[in-house]
Each structure stands twice: as structure tokens, then as C-alpha cells.
């Protein structure tokens, strides 16, 4: 995720340059400005220089067009970024909710118990690493925590990793408390932390798995392709060759809308500006590793994307 400071202009500016290459928005909006370039200048040439009569559209059309297209476009973009947002306040939950496992597993915990201290750290911090890499479609086991061949060879094995972890942990307290060292309500409180992991996990597998529907995205799209590529036709007899820089301006403005609203409406992926879960699950580690008074042994280099313009958290 790209960081920078909202409020400065001249970091805002190097920013866009540095992820020119990179952001998936920059790359797809200027290649399809570039052919929509291509297009108005052959529009243009054709009128001015071939046709004996030159082909007009009123402008009034494309005004009237244009109210309607832009509050879609407005709708579009709240509904993607409503996916994005709704992606980071369950990230946002789930350091929250990782951090009140820990908590109370500390509390619950003999000071001298480093084993049960680093399980339970492990676990925690595992769940993290392991959804972001399952929202990803990633299977990466050098970032997990290691407790044994056995475990890793367990994960190896699931469908879906991080339901396997929030599984053992079920386990683990239940054979716990079987042994003495829970109490029943403590077994219950317990059980609730990881029930609400798994609840903001569904969160976030609804999230990736519902696209916008094809309906709507697909009327959005072909509104815009018709609206600019008969724009030329309404301009070029006021602008005349001023057309061609006039169209790609426009549709600089109308499809970047549609594209922004590609890049976020998946917030789990690993372009520019989707969410940075590496980061968010590193976050999670540190404060659960802190609150259980152990230390961890995997080191995880949280960079996620070219570290020229994202600002790495350590």
C-alpha cells in the first residue's frame, strides 16, 4: 500500500511517479487513454481532411449524457470503496480481537509456562499470516511461526489454513481445561476470541469472493466506451485538431474513475494500493508476542511491493 502524506502535494506528485510503472491504475488507465488518443485523432483527420461535409453531434446530447454518466460513476466508486473500507475495519477487528486473546491468555497463564505462552503467541500470530496468504491465494510457510513437522505438516494438508489454526487452537483449549488449567467460564471466554476470528475470516472471504455484479459493472463500462468514443464527433467542430487533447483529458477523468474502481474493490491483492495485510499481520505478531512476554522466531521482511515509494512498517 502506498503511504504518503495527504496533505503534501509535492510527495503526492513523486509518489504518482515513482508507481507510474507499477500501480495497476496507471498502467491500465494510459494504455487505454493512448488508444483512445489514437482513435480521436483518426476521427478528427477523417472530418477535417476527407469528408466533403463534416459529421456533428449537438453538444447539448453529450451534456445531458454526461449528468447521468457521472452520478454512476460516483455510485461505482462508493460501491468499491465501500469493499476496500469494509476490508480494513476487519483487519482492524482482528488486531483488535488478537490482541484481547493474548491479553487474556497472559492473564489465564503462569508467568514460568513459556511453552503454553509461546503456543498461544504462535497461534495467534499464525492465524494472521495464514489469512492473509489464504485471501491472497498464497501458501507461504517460511512466514509461519514453527511448533513441529507434525503442525506444519497438518496445515500443509487444510483446505483452508487459517480455519485450521482457529481448529487447533479449539483443541488445545479444550484439552487444557480437560487437564486443570482452565476453568470452564475461562475455556468459554476463550473460545469466544476465536469465534470472532473466525467470524471477521468469513467477513473477508465475503468480501473477496462477491464482485461487483456483471450487470451493473458491464452497463457502467459500455456507457463509457460509447459516451467517449462519440465525443470526437460533438467536439471537433467547435475545437477542431484542440479535439484530440479535449477527448483524452475527458476520458482521462471518466474511465480512471472506472478504473480506481477496479483496483479497490479488491482490497486483498497485492497491487499499490490494496490493503497491506503483511504489514497488518506483523502488527499482530509484534503485539501478541509482547503481551505473552515470549519471543518469536521468524523474522518476516513486510515488503510487499517496491520499497522506492511504500513505506515499510517495522
Not at 488486531?95 to 484481547?100: F, H, K, T, V
Amino acid at each position: 500500500m502506498i503511504i504518503y502524506d495527504t496533505k503534501n502535494w509535492s510527495t503526492t506528485l513523486l509518489k504518482i511517479y515513482l508507481s507510474f510503472n507499477k500501480a495497476y491504475t496507471t498502467r491500465v488507465l494510459f494504455k487505454y487513454i493512448f488508444y483512445l488518443s489514437i482513435y480521436t485523432t483518426v476521427v478528427v483527420i477523417v472530418d477535417l481532411e476527407v469528408l466533403p461535409t463534416r459529421i456533428e453531434v449537438n453538444p447539448l446530447f453529450f451534456s445531458l449524457l454526461g449528468v447521468i454518466l457521472s452520478l454512476m460513476l460516483v455510485f461505482r466508486l462508493n460501491t468499491s470503496y465501500n469493499k476496500w473500507w469494509e476490508g480494513r475495519i476487519a483487519w482492524g477487528s482482528l488486531i483488535n480481537q488478537s490482541r484481547a486473546f493474548a491479553a487474556q491468555a497472559h492473564a489465564l497463564l503462569p508467568k514460568e509456562d513459556n511453552r503454553e505462552r509461546k503456543y498461544f503467541a504462535s497461534q495467534i500470530a499464525n492465524f494472521a499470516y495464514t489469512l492473509q496468504a489464504h485471501l491472497r491465494g498464497f501458501k507461504h510457510w517460511h512466514e509461519i511461526e514453527p511448533m513441529g513437522k507434525e503442525y506444519l505438516a497438518s496445515l500443509q494438508k487444510a483446505k483452508n489454513v487459517p480455519y485450521a489454526v482457529a481448529t487447533q487452537l479449539y483443541e488445545h483449549i479444550e484439552q487444557r481445561t480437560k487437564e486443570g488449567a482452565f476453568q470452564p467460564l475461562d475455556k468459554q471466554s476463550l473460545f469466544h476470541h476465536i469465534e470472532v476470528m473466525i467470524g471477521i475470516m468469513g467477513i473477508c472471504e465475503r468480501i473477496k469472493n462477491t464482485p461487483i455484479p456483471f450487470s451493473h459493472n458491464s452497463y457502467i463500462k459500455t456507457f463509457i466506451l460509447i459516451y467517449v468514443l462519440a465525443l470526437p464527433f460533438g467536439l471537433v467542430g467547435t475545437l477542431a485538431y484542440y479535439t484530440i487533447p479535449t477527448v483524452a483529458l475527458i476520458s482521462y477523468a471518466l474511465v480512471g474513475v472506472e478504473v480506481v474502481s477496479e483496483e479497490v474493490e479488491e482490497p486483498f491483492g497485492t497491487e499499490a494500493n490494496d490493503l497491506p495485510l503483511l504489514q497488518l499481520s506483523r502488527v499482530i505478531k509484534h503485539s501478541v508476542f509482547e503481551a505473552l512476554q515470549t519471543e518469536y522466531e521468524i523474522e518476516i521482511a513486510d515488503i510487499e511491493i517496491d520499497t522506492k515509494y511504500i513505506q515499510i512498517i517495522r
